[in-house]
């Protein structure tokens, strides 16, 4: 499925295409990334912007595409976003 992520790339938000890969009891995102730039996953409830909490601590890729799997996801509706932070 290719779906569009919010990246926040410092304070502005950006539209990306992402792919999430169902898995065996779980799912993996997808999202092209800049070398060495960190990264972290967040989830929500709901869609406000002050609601997302880290999934992940921050981490770096090499790029071109940074993957990270969410093994048993909780049954009720979350929402993911992506942060990014330069070097």
């Not at 595409?65 to 509706?77: E, G, H, K, Q, V």
């Amino acid at each position: 499925i290719s779906r569009s992520l919010d990246l926040f790339n410092g304070s502005a938000l950006v539209d990306v295409e992402c792919s999430i890969a169902n898995l065996e009891g779980g799912f993996t995102l997808s999202w092209p990334c800049v070398a060495d730039f960190q990264y972290q996953v967040e989830v929500s409830s709901t869609l406000e912007p002050d609601s997302f909490t880290p999934l992940t601590t921050l981490e770096t890729f090499t790029g071109p595409l940074a993957t990270f799997s969410i093994p048993d996801p909780s049954p009720d509706r979350k929402f993911y976003r992506v942060v990014r932070q330069a070097p």
